[in-house]
């Protein structure tokens, strides 16, 4: 089973500042099986980035995802207050077909 | 795209609970359909799947413990849980995804399933 290791665990950032969280998975996963969702407080995750770097439906163009085989990263290029949230990354593998998370980076308010 | 799960509530340890998730604003049929759980402060779990031609498959933790199933006439997925553990606790979401894609959108708003005595 492929392992998906987020970090930091916590980020603490101010609104406009740049933030960046890594996934780093314990074996490369192709590209195309790699997504990133947004979970607030008391609400269902949303799709953020699909195929490591395609932005999903309404998703503001400072949410960028970059990438490949092992190491993946999420941008988020200027803060708004509305993003403060926590984040997971996602892949798929085929073989035993399968889905797993990481355990999530907390994106806090400095 | 509306997804709307019901059937949570309080379940003794050992006993036996199903989800339905309502789905409407899409063509059913069309969905590879899967339940993902989130425990208490804890981060996501992908549980379960089917595809559109009813291939089921399962997370090692459930195995042999759930089934997931579709009624594509009724617009509905379920999930049949059985031998109910306290780790079994969660929010269980009922999320889509398209066919040949990989990633899961939308979800719905989950419904809480308490294992407890």
């Known amino acids: 089973e492929i392992v998906l290791t987020q970090s930091p665990g916590t980020l603490s950032l101010s609104p406009g500042e740049r933030a960046t969280l890594s996934c780093r998975a314990s074996q490369s996963v192709s590209s195309s099986y790699l997504a990133w969702y947004q979970q607030k407080p008391g609400q269902a995750p949303r799709l953020l980035i699909y195929g490591a770097s395609s932005r999903a439906t309404g998703i503001p163009d400072r949410f960028s995802g970059s990438g490949s085989g092992t190491d993946f990263i999420l941008t988020i290029s200027r803060l708004e207050p509305e993003d403060f949230a926590v984040y997971y990354c996602?892949?798929?593998?085929?073989?035993?077909?399968?889905?797993?998370f990481g355990q999530g980076t907390k994106l806090e308010i400095k | 795209v509306q997804l709307l799960e019901s059937g949570g509530g309080l379940v003794q340890p050992g006993g036996s609970l199903r989800l339905s998730c309502a789905a409407s604003g899409f063509t059913f049929s069309t969905y590879a359909m899967h339940w993902v759980r989130q425990a208490p402060g804890k981060g996501l779990e992908w549980v379960s799947g089917i595809g559109t031609t009813a291939a089921a498959y399962y997370a090692d933790s459930v195995k042999g413990r759930f089934t997931i199933s579709r009624d594509n006439s009724k617009y509905t997925l379920y999930l049949h849980m059985s031998s109910l553990g306290a780790e079994d606790t969660a929010i269980y979401y009922c999320?889509?995804?398209?066919?040949?894609?990989?990633?899961?959108?939308?979800w719905g708003q989950g419904t809480l399933v308490t294992v407890s005595s």
């Open positions: 999320v889509c995804r398209q066919a040949g894609t990989r990633q899961f959108d939308p």
């Open positions: 996602q892949q798929y593998d085929s073989s035993p077909p399968g889905y797993t």
